[in-house]
C-alpha cells in the first residue's frame, strides 16, 4: 500500500489528537457532571441532567471515540507505523477497539436507561435500585475508561516497548 506525504501524515495526526481530545475530555465531563451538577432539587432537572449526560455521550463521546479508531487506523496503514510493526501501536489499538466496546455494551445502556427513569418517576428515581446501579456502573465503568484512555495517551508519547523483530538474528539498534 502506497504510504501518505509527510504532509499529509501530520494533518492525519493533527485530526487523530483533536478526536483523542474530544474523547478523552467528553470522557472526563461525563464522569465529573455525576459530581459537578449537585443534587437534583426536582424530577425536571433530574431529567435534564440525565439528558445533559447523554448528550455529551452522543454528540462528544461517540464522534471522538469512532473518530480515534478511523484516523488511528488511517495513521497505520498509510505510515511506515505499522499495525503490528511496534507493540505499543497493537497494543493501542486492542484498547481502543475494548474500550469502544466495553462503552457501546457495557456504559451505554446504563446511560440510555437513566433518562427514561428520571422522565416517568422524576425525582423518586434518586431511590429506585435501578437507576443507582445505573449511576454507579456509569462512575465505576466510567474510572475504567479514563484510564484506559490515560495509559493510551502516556504510550502514545512514552512509545515504551522496541519495535517487534522480524527474525531471531536481527539486532535492534540502540
Not at 10 to 23: C, D, G, N, Q, S
Not at 28 to 46: C, R, Y
Not at 73 to 78: A, E, N, Q, T
Given at each position: 500500500?502506497k504510504k501518505?506525504?509527510?504532509?499529509?501524515?501530520?494533518?492525519?495526526?493533527?485530526?487523530?489528537?483533536?478526536?483523542?481530545?474530544?474523547?478523552?475530555?467528553?470522557a472526563?465531563?461525563?464522569?465529573?457532571?455525576?459530581?459537578?451538577?449537585?443534587?437534583?432539587?426536582?424530577?425536571?432537572?433530574?431529567?435534564?441532567?440525565?439528558?445533559?449526560?447523554?448528550?455529551?455521550?452522543y454528540?462528544?463521546?461517540?464522534?471522538?471515540?469512532?473518530?480515534?479508531?478511523?484516523?488511528g487506523?488511517?495513521?497505520?496503514?498509510?505510515t511506515?507505523?505499522?499495525?503490528?510493526?511496534h507493540?505499543?501501536?497493537t497494543?493501542?489499538?486492542?484498547?481502543?477497539?475494548?474500550?469502544?466496546?466495553?462503552?457501546?455494551?457495557?456504559?451505554?445502556?446504563?446511560?440510555?436507561?437513566?433518562?427514561?427513569?428520571?422522565?416517568?418517576?422524576?425525582?423518586?428515581?434518586?431511590?429506585?435500585?435501578?437507576?443507582?446501579?445505573?449511576?454507579?456502573?456509569?462512575?465505576?465503568?466510567?474510572?475504567?475508561?479514563?484510564?484506559?484512555?490515560?495509559?493510551?495517551?502516556?504510550?502514545?508519547?512514552?512509545?515504551?516497548?522496541?519495535k517487534?523483530?522480524?527474525?531471531?538474528?536481527?539486532?535492534?539498534?540502540?
Open positions: 500500500m501518505m506525504s509527510g504532509a499529509g501524515r501530520k494533518v492525519l495526526k493533527i485530526i487523530h489528537l483533536y478526536l483523542a481530545a474530544l474523547w478523552l475530555g467528553g472526563v465531563t461525563l464522569n465529573l457532571m455525576i459530581f459537578a451538577l449537585g443534587p437534583a432539587t426536582s424530577g425536571e432537572q433530574l431529567f435534564g441532567y440525565d439528558l445533559a449526560r447523554k448528550f455529551v455521550d454528540f462528544i463521546i461517540i464522534p471522538g471515540a469512532l473518530g480515534c479508531l478511523v484516523s487506523l488511517l495513521i497505520s496503514g498509510l511506515p507505523w505499522g499495525f503490528f510493526k507493540r505499543w501501536v497494543l493501542k489499538l486492542i484498547l481502543t477497539v475494548l474500550c469502544i466496546l466495553f462503552g457501546t455494551f457495557i456504559l451505554g445502556p446504563f446511560l440510555d436507561t437513566q433518562p427514561l427513569i428520571s422522565e416517568k418517576i422524576g425525582l423518586d428515581a434518586l431511590t429506585n435500585p435501578n437507576y443507582l446501579a445505573n449511576i454507579k456502573g456509569n462512575l465505576l465503568g466510567g474510572l475504567v475508561q479514563l484510564a484506559a484512555m490515560f495509559f493510551m495517551t502516556a504510550i502514545s508519547v512514552i512509545k515504551p516497548w522496541p517487534k523483530l522480524k527474525s531471531p538474528n536481527q539486532q535492534l539498534s540502540p
